[in-house]
């Protein structure tokens, strides 16, 4: 039988330097796409997908992005004082249940397997969802739930994926696929960044993954990898062999709001899928175009 996926994990201890001077003192993760953070749209698909636990990888100056799904009292009682119903509502929707947020610090920044890793006691024994709130995903149902239906068939580790222009697979991890029936590929092996010439396909994986815990023990051992940093994709190769490994084409579109021009975009994209603002954004475009 298939565990549940109830835990997800936030790597969330970036700098966020693309966006100096924005995120000087402002985590990157609490920029805004139309009028909610990044962090909150991954917190909002974890939620949607069925998990309870909430656990953020933090690093120095981020105690803004736990505070974000905490009350904030005075804001609270101004808005009911005010009869502002809808923005209380607003407020109130994206904080999760009581003892269900926790929070542990990355004090090095040695990569996203080392992130991963410092979340290793909330985790336990159980399979879990990380999520990065850099790939910002337009779906329905979300992207998560794709993978935890996809999960439920599979077990094992799902990583999301999509294919990639050939000469950008040295920015991803790529899948070496064995079987692939156009929504799930079963990998062989991962390759983190490798030079066009040399990757085994243009399969790359993005931001949300589903593991077991069985990649902890491989983390464990802090091996360098690409970029002399913990590579995660390094940890969840050599799971391969142990557990089933499958990567899901999943529904939807991905927006990079890690680059500037990718975060501009997402912006755009949720504006025109907003019914209270579609004909507002098509105007504005017009204009500028």
């Known amino acids: ?5 109830r835990k997800a994990v936030f790597p969330v201890a970036g700098l966020g330097t693309r966006f100096l001077p924005a995120t000087k003192i402002m985590p990157k993760e609490l920029l805004p796409v139309v009028d909610k953070p990044l962090i909150q749209y991954a917190v909002e698909e974890a939620r949607d997908a069925g998990i309870e636990d909430f656990i953020f990888v933090t690093g120095r100056g981020k105690g803004l992005l736990v505070d974000h799904f905490d009350h904030a009292v005075e804001l609270e009682m101004t808005l009911k004082e005010r009869g502002k119903d809808e923005a209380l509502k607003a407020v109130l929707d994206c904080i999760p249940s ?3 947020v926790f929070s542990t610090r990355q004090h090095q920044p040695l990569g996203l397997g080392h992130a991963v890793w410092c979340a290793r006691e909330f985790v336990q024994d159980e399979p879990f969802a990380i999520l990065l709130a850099d790939d ?4 329905e149902p979300g992207c998560l739930k794709q993978m935890v239906e996809a999960h439920e068939e599979t077990g094992g580790n799902v990583v999301a994926v999509e294919d990639v222009p050939k000469e950008m697979t040295n920015r991803y991890g790529i899948l070496d696929v064995v079987e ?18 040399e990757a085994p396909s243009t399969l790359s994986i993005i931001g949300r993954y589903i593991l077991g815990p069985e990649v902890f023990e491989h983390l464990d051992k802090g091996e360098r990898g690409a970029g002399n940093e913990i590579q995660l994709t390094d940890a969840m190769a050599k799971t391969i062999g142990e557990v089933p490994f499958h990567g899901l084409r999943f529904k939807g579109t ?3 709001c890690g680059s500037r021009a990718g975060f501009i975009e997402a912006n755009v994209a949720f504006g025109l899928a907003r019914s ?4 507002d954004v098509r105007e ?4 500028h175009l």
């Open 136 to 139: 910002l995903i337009l779906a």
């Open 284 to 287: 504005i475009l017009k204009r």
């Open 180 to 197: 692939d029936d156009g929504r799930l590929a079963r990998a062989q092996g991962l390759v983190e960044k490798p030079d066009p010439e």
């Open 276 to 279: 209270d603002l579609k004909d």
């Open 98 to 100: 009581s003892g269900r």
């Open 1 to 5: 039988m298939v565990k549940p996926i």
């Open 254 to 256: 991905r927006f990079d």
